[in-house]
């Protein structure tokens, strides 16, 4: 399995518009940080989790030639603004794309993007076919996926395992059955914002609680907010086990 991390940033991107912060002015590649996504390659089938307003840029930039699936965590715009830019595939594999959500989150992409959820084919709107996340495993193909649900403040949120890894963002809250879904993970994927405390995501502190709990062998931190600090310095204080994900890091499983 790989995993491609498209985006490790917050809902602003780093550097942020207006922000002269160090980290905003950093010349490091690593501090350069797209929206939250990421790009699972498992059992020869390719899924994304979430399409944020970058993943135009992210599919061309990773040289994604084939989609067949994609997996969301919620409905926020900065993990679904890119729904749109799946119809280069959807032309390309002449086939709905496989679109996987919670009842919450289709609401919602159905209200965004009613136009593609038309019964209404207009010519050019990508075609999707949608399969609602109940609260068990599921599978993408034969690709079998545990749903990891917690909240993101009040909101509902899935994080998403495959075989030894996790993947987990906009979380503040894992629910107990969350733990019990974690258990045995080797790699897991965790939000870590910012050091100051947040009403909706973990900060550092929190992040690495979580992870000891968890307790995988491995363990990287994205949804990285400038907050937190620039990338070299963030990870020299980190656990030996822990690490900062960054945009374009591949990882194989």
Do not use: W
């Not at 840029?57 to 799946?86: E, S």
């Not at 959500?101 to 136009?115: I, M, P, Q, R, S």
């Amino acid at each position: 399995m790989k995993v491609h991390f498209l985006g490790t940033g917050t809902s602003q991107g780093i550097p942020v518009i207006g922000c002269c912060c160090p980290v905003c002015l950093s010349s490091d590649p690593k501090d350069k940080r797209l929206r939250t996504s990421a790009l699972i390659d498992v059992q020869g089938i390719t899924v994304v989790i979430d399409t944020g307003p970058d993943f135009r840029y992210q599919m061309l930039r990773a040289k994604v030639q084939r989609l067949d699936a994609v997996l969301f965590t919620h409905p926020h715009r900065d993990h679904t603004a890119g729904l749109d830019d799946i119809r280069p595939f959807y032309f390309r594999q002449r086939k709905p794309i496989p679109i996987f959500a919670n009842a919450f989150t289709l609401e919602h992409l159905k209200k965004t993007y009613d136009y593609i959820f038309s019964q209404k084919n207009y010519p050019g709107v990508p075609q999707v076919e949608i399969h609602s996340i109940e609260d068990k495993p599921f599978k993408v193909y034969d690709v079998e996926v545990i749903p990891i649900p917690g909240l993101h403040k009040d909101m509902p949120v899935i994080g998403f395992r495959f075989n030894d890894f996790a993947y987990l963002t906009d979380f503040n809250y894992l629910f107990p059955s969350a733990y019990e879904r974690l258990q045995g993970v080797k790699v897991l994927v965790l939000n870590a914002l910012r050091h100051k405390a947040h009403y909706s995501h973990f900060n550092l502190e929190q992040a690495l609680a979580e992870i000891e709990r968890i307790a995988p062998e491995t363990a990287y931190l994205t949804h990285i907010s400038h907050e937190l600090g620039k990338h070299e310095e963030v990870e020299k204080q980190l656990p030996q086990h822990v690490h900062l994900a960054y945009d374009t890091l591949e990882l194989y499983l």
